[in-house]
Protein backbone atom coordinates (compact mmCIF):
# COMPACT_ATOMS: atom_id res chain seq x y z
CA UNK A 1 0.00 0.00 0.00
CA UNK A 2 1.89 3.48 -1.25
CA UNK A 3 -1.46 5.22 -0.56
CA UNK A 4 -2.22 4.68 3.24
CA UNK A 5 -0.74 7.97 5.07
CA UNK A 6 -2.18 9.93 2.88
CA UNK A 7 -5.45 8.71 3.44
CA UNK A 8 -5.08 8.50 7.24
CA UNK A 9 -3.71 11.78 7.10
CA UNK A 10 -7.13 13.11 5.71
CA UNK A 11 -8.81 11.56 8.55
CA UNK A 12 -9.66 14.19 11.54
CA UNK A 13 -8.08 13.88 14.54
CA UNK A 14 -6.21 11.11 13.64
CA UNK A 15 -2.69 10.03 14.61
CA UNK A 16 -0.77 8.59 11.76
CA UNK A 17 2.68 6.28 13.21
CA UNK A 18 5.55 5.02 10.86
CA UNK A 19 7.80 3.48 13.05
CA UNK A 20 11.98 2.44 11.90
CA UNK A 21 12.14 -0.57 13.45
CA UNK A 22 11.05 -3.18 16.63
CA UNK A 23 12.39 -0.84 18.86
CA UNK A 24 10.29 2.03 17.95
CA UNK A 25 6.94 -0.19 17.28
CA UNK A 26 6.94 -1.51 20.87
CA UNK A 27 6.91 2.08 22.28
CA UNK A 28 4.82 3.31 19.51
CA UNK A 29 2.05 0.71 20.19
CA UNK A 30 2.12 0.96 24.14
CA UNK A 31 1.80 5.00 23.45
CA UNK A 32 -0.85 4.21 21.13
CA UNK A 33 -2.58 2.18 23.62
CA UNK A 34 -2.76 5.14 25.90
CA UNK A 35 -3.81 7.60 23.52
CA UNK A 36 -6.81 8.58 23.93
CA UNK A 37 -8.29 9.07 20.28
CA UNK A 38 -7.64 6.92 16.97
CA UNK A 39 -4.25 5.90 15.77
CA UNK A 40 -3.05 4.65 13.23
CA UNK A 41 0.84 2.82 12.51
CA UNK A 42 1.83 1.86 9.33
CA UNK A 43 3.74 -2.01 10.14
CA UNK A 44 5.35 -3.60 6.90
CA UNK A 45 6.47 -7.65 7.03
CA UNK A 46 9.76 -7.60 6.14
CA UNK A 47 12.41 -7.58 8.89
CA UNK A 48 14.21 -3.94 9.22
CA UNK A 49 17.33 -2.87 10.11
CA UNK A 50 17.40 -1.67 14.28
CA UNK A 51 17.90 2.29 13.96
CA UNK A 52 17.01 2.58 17.88
CA UNK A 53 18.63 1.12 20.96
CA UNK A 54 16.28 -1.77 22.66
CA UNK A 55 15.31 1.21 25.79
CA UNK A 56 14.20 3.60 22.98
CA UNK A 57 12.04 6.16 24.57
CA UNK A 58 9.21 6.77 22.19
CA UNK A 59 6.80 9.70 22.48
CA UNK A 60 3.87 10.79 20.35
CA UNK A 61 4.38 13.86 18.17
CA UNK A 62 8.52 14.04 18.78
CA UNK A 63 10.92 13.70 15.63
CA UNK A 64 14.39 12.76 16.57
CA UNK A 65 17.51 14.06 14.93
CA UNK A 66 20.01 11.14 14.44
CA UNK A 67 22.67 12.75 13.28
CA UNK A 68 23.97 16.44 12.94
CA UNK A 69 24.71 17.98 9.98
CA UNK A 70 24.98 21.64 8.48
CA UNK A 71 24.87 21.11 4.44
CA UNK A 72 21.52 19.40 4.23
CA UNK A 73 19.15 17.48 5.91
CA UNK A 74 17.08 14.24 5.07
CA UNK A 75 13.97 13.92 6.82
CA UNK A 76 12.64 10.66 7.09
CA UNK A 77 9.68 7.76 7.88
CA UNK A 78 10.05 4.22 8.23
CA UNK A 79 12.19 1.81 6.74
CA UNK A 80 13.93 5.04 4.70
CA UNK A 81 15.33 6.24 8.08
CA UNK A 82 18.10 3.44 7.96
CA UNK A 83 18.45 4.12 4.37
CA UNK A 84 19.18 8.08 4.65
CA UNK A 85 21.41 6.93 7.98
CA UNK A 86 23.61 4.75 5.09
CA UNK A 87 23.49 8.06 2.42
CA UNK A 88 24.78 10.21 5.69
CA UNK A 89 27.54 8.00 5.42
CA UNK A 90 28.29 8.12 2.29
CA UNK A 91 28.33 12.01 1.61
CA UNK A 92 30.51 12.39 4.65
CA UNK A 93 32.98 10.39 2.21
CA UNK A 94 32.24 13.74 -0.40
CA UNK A 95 32.89 16.15 2.33
CA UNK A 96 28.58 16.56 2.87
CA UNK A 97 27.48 17.26 6.06
CA UNK A 98 23.84 15.62 5.91
CA UNK A 99 21.92 15.26 9.17
CA UNK A 100 19.07 12.96 9.35
CA UNK A 101 15.68 13.70 11.12
CA UNK A 102 13.11 11.03 11.79
CA UNK A 103 9.70 11.59 11.89
CA UNK A 104 7.76 8.41 13.65
CA UNK A 105 4.86 10.58 13.85
CA UNK A 106 3.80 12.00 10.56
CA UNK A 107 0.49 13.48 12.12
CA UNK A 108 0.67 15.56 13.96
CA UNK A 109 3.83 16.60 12.88
CA UNK A 110 6.61 17.89 15.03
CA UNK A 111 7.31 21.36 13.30
CA UNK A 112 9.69 22.25 15.72
CA UNK A 113 12.55 20.28 14.26
CA UNK A 114 11.57 20.24 11.37
CA UNK A 115 11.63 24.27 11.28
CA UNK A 116 15.03 24.15 12.96
CA UNK A 117 16.26 21.82 10.37
CA UNK A 118 15.47 24.02 7.48
CA UNK A 119 16.42 27.50 9.09
CA UNK A 120 20.21 25.81 9.58
CA UNK A 121 20.51 23.74 6.87
CA UNK A 122 18.45 25.12 3.77
CA UNK A 123 18.18 22.19 2.03
CA UNK A 124 15.99 19.27 3.35
CA UNK A 125 15.71 15.71 1.43
CA UNK A 126 12.24 13.98 2.39
CA UNK A 127 12.46 9.98 2.20
CA UNK A 128 9.36 7.62 2.50
CA UNK A 129 8.36 4.17 1.36
CA UNK A 130 5.05 5.64 0.43
CA UNK A 131 3.44 8.03 -2.76
CA UNK A 132 5.34 11.36 -2.82
CA UNK A 133 1.62 12.74 -3.33
CA UNK A 134 0.02 12.94 0.34
CA UNK A 135 2.45 11.78 2.63
CA UNK A 136 5.82 12.65 4.79
CA UNK A 137 6.62 14.84 1.68
CA UNK A 138 3.99 16.75 1.56
CA UNK A 139 3.42 17.13 5.14
CA UNK A 140 7.00 18.23 5.24
CA UNK A 141 6.54 20.86 1.92
CA UNK A 142 2.85 22.07 3.29
CA UNK A 143 4.85 23.14 6.53
CA UNK A 144 7.25 24.72 5.42
CA UNK A 145 5.39 26.83 2.39
CA UNK A 146 3.32 28.33 5.49
CA UNK A 147 6.41 28.95 7.83
CA UNK A 148 10.00 28.66 6.12
CA UNK A 149 10.33 28.61 2.51
CA UNK A 150 13.35 26.03 2.05
CA UNK A 151 14.76 24.04 -0.97
CA UNK A 152 12.94 20.35 -0.79
CA UNK A 153 13.42 16.82 -3.02
CA UNK A 154 10.64 14.52 -2.24
CA UNK A 155 11.92 10.96 -2.27
CA UNK A 156 9.40 8.03 -2.57
CA UNK A 157 6.47 6.74 -5.34
CA UNK A 158 6.47 8.85 -8.18
CA UNK A 159 3.15 9.42 -9.46
CA UNK A 160 2.26 5.45 -9.86
CA UNK A 161 1.10 2.14 -8.65
CA UNK A 162 3.57 -0.40 -6.85
CA UNK A 163 4.54 -3.70 -7.47
CA UNK A 164 4.85 -6.84 -5.45
CA UNK A 165 8.24 -8.13 -4.82
CA UNK A 166 11.15 -8.62 -2.26
CA UNK A 167 11.86 -5.78 -0.45
CA UNK A 168 15.54 -4.71 -1.76
CA UNK A 169 14.47 -5.45 -5.22
CA UNK A 170 11.32 -3.10 -4.51
CA UNK A 171 13.87 -0.05 -2.93
CA UNK A 172 15.99 -0.70 -6.08
CA UNK A 173 13.08 -0.51 -8.65
CA UNK A 174 10.99 2.50 -7.22
CA UNK A 175 15.12 4.29 -6.77
CA UNK A 176 14.74 4.40 -2.98
CA UNK A 177 18.14 3.30 -1.84
CA UNK A 178 20.70 5.09 0.23
CA UNK A 179 22.45 5.66 -3.44
CA UNK A 180 19.28 7.29 -4.53
CA UNK A 181 18.77 9.23 -1.61
CA UNK A 182 22.58 10.54 -2.04
CA UNK A 183 22.11 11.81 -5.68
CA UNK A 184 18.90 13.60 -4.59
CA UNK A 185 21.11 15.20 -2.02
CA UNK A 186 23.86 15.81 -4.11
CA UNK A 187 20.75 17.42 -7.05
CA UNK A 188 19.97 19.68 -4.17
CA UNK A 189 23.12 20.87 -3.06
CA UNK A 190 23.45 21.85 -6.47
CA UNK A 191 20.33 23.75 -6.68
CA UNK A 192 21.04 25.31 -3.11
CA UNK A 193 24.22 26.34 -4.29
CA UNK A 194 22.94 28.10 -7.70
CA UNK A 195 20.03 30.00 -5.38
Known amino acids: M ?4 AIM ?3 PNMMVIVPADAAETRGAVAAAAAHKGPVYIRLGRNKVPSVFPE ?3 FVLGKGCELTAGS ?19 LLEKDGISARVVHISTIKPLDQDIILKAARETGAI ?3 EEHSIIGGLGSAVTE ?3 EHQPTL ?3 VGIQDRFGLSGKAEELLKYFSLTAED ?3 AAKDLLERKQSA
Request: glycine letters at 2%; proline letters at 0%; aromatic letters at 2%.
Open 152 to 154: VKR
Open 2 to 5: LEDI
Open 143 to 145: LLA
Open 181 to 183: LVD
Open 55 to 57: DHD
Open 9 to 11: RAI
Open 71 to 89: DMTFVTTGIMTAQALQAAK
Open 125 to 127: VTA
